[in-house]
């Protein structure tokens, strides 16, 4: 059975940081490409960051030079570090495996107060 588990949300001040991790089980997670998304109340899902099975990352334009993702594959977890956070970032983050079908984490809860 294939499980992806999101954790290190929380409430933090706006400035400040938080790190989330996703434990992948179920898939060779090396070949998997990972990314995070996130969905706002009202609005729709949207990218935030993606590695591929090589390393390579992209970002939202919004998140570029914010936030960084990274992965370990000896511990089968993506990770995404982020840093100066607005409240416009409170949102619920999901992390993804992709390879031919996409499987889905159940997020986790970000909220950034002003």
């Known amino acids: 059975q294939v499980q992806l588990v999101e954790s290190g949300g929380g409430l933090v001040q706006s400035g400040g940081s938080l790190r989330l991790s996703c434990v992948v089980s179920g898939l060779t997670f090396s070949i998997y490409a990972m990314s995070w998304y996130r969905q706002a109340p009202g609005k729709e899902r949207e990218l935030v960051a993606a590695i591929t099975s090589s390393g390579s990352t992209n970002y939202a334009d919004s998140m570029k030079g914010r936030f960084t993702i990274s992965r370990d594959n000896a511990k089968n977890t993506v990770y995404l570090q982020m840093n100066s956070l607005k409240p416009e970032d409170t949102a619920v983050y999901y992390c993804?495996?992709?390879?031919?079908?996409?499987?889905w984490g159940q997020g986790t809860q970000v909220t950034v107060s002003s």
């Open positions: 993804n495996a992709k390879r031919g079908y996409t499987v």
